[in-house]
């Protein structure tokens, strides 16, 4: 069973920068389209960023220019650099692993605040 444990989360004031790490075990990682996903209270969760097997990216526009998704085919993870975050980019953050079934891990909250 494939298993996604999220780190990195934290608080950091507009403007700065926080790098999220998942963990995968359970599965063959390379074959996984890995992705960020985000939510906030009441609202749905929203995709984020993705990378495919082939290491091909994609964003929101929301985030374009600001984050940078990567993986780590040898450490079996992947991760989210977020720059010049602001107040908006407050949320639970949930790594994704998608190969013909999806796989959540449990969400490592992001607070930008001053």
């Known amino acids: 069973q494939v298993r996604l444990v999220e780190s990195g989360g934290g608080l950091v004031q507009p403007g700065g920068s926080l790098r999220l790490s998942c963990a995968f075990s359970g599965g063959t990682f390379s074959l996984y389209t890995m992705g960020w996903h985000r939510q906030v209270p009441g609202k749905p969760r929203e995709p984020v960023a993705t990378?495919?097997?082939?290491?091909?990216?994609d964003y929101s526009d929301s985030v374009k220019g600001r984050f940078t998704i990567s993986r780590d085919n040898a450490k079996n993870a992947v991760y989210l650099q977020m720059n010049s975050l602001q107040s908006e980019d407050t949320a639970v953050y949930y790594c994704s692993a998608n190969w013909v079934y999806d796989y959540w891990g449990q969400g490592t909250q992001v607070t930008v605040s001053s």
């Open positions: 990378i495919t097997s082939d290491s091909f990216t």
